[in-house]
């Protein structure tokens, strides 16, 4: 079974930074994508950034150029690097994992807390 264990979120100003990271219990080579998404308060969850397993990745609009997805594969680590914050980035932030080894499963984490103050 897939454990995955966000960490860094916080309080933070409007402007300030944040970086997210997600660790896996295993290796992530298997995994053939590996994303961060949030959700805020009535809202529903919305992906953040996605990196597939060569590397490629993508942005949801409202952060892009703001934030950056990247992996460790010896540290079986995902990061997000969260620049330039607004109140508007404030929700809970999840990471999920994707693998198609027997079939296609997908693993959350338990969420981590980002909240961006005025």
């Known amino acids: 079974q897939v454990q995955l264990v966000e960490s860094g979120g916080g309080l933070v100003q409007a402007g300030g930074s944040l970086r997210l990271s997600c660790a896996a219990s295993g290796s992530i080579f298997s995994f053939a994508s590996m994303g961060w998404y949030r959700q805020a308060p009535g809202k529903q969850r919305e992906l953040v950034a996605i990196?597939?397993?060569?590397?490629?990745?993508d942005y949801a609009d409202s952060v892009t150029g703001r934030f950056t997805i990247s992996r460790d594969n010896a540290k079986n680590t995902v990061y997000l690097q969260m620049n330039s914050l607004s109140p508007e980035d404030t929700a809970v932030y999840y990471c999920?994992?994707?693998?198609?080894?027997?079939?296609?499963?997908?693993?959350w984490g338990q969420g981590t807390q980002v909240t961006v103050s005025s």
């Open positions: 990196i597939a397993s060569r590397g490629a990745t």
């Open positions: 999920k994992a994707v693998t198609f080894q027997g079939g296609r499963y997908e693993y």
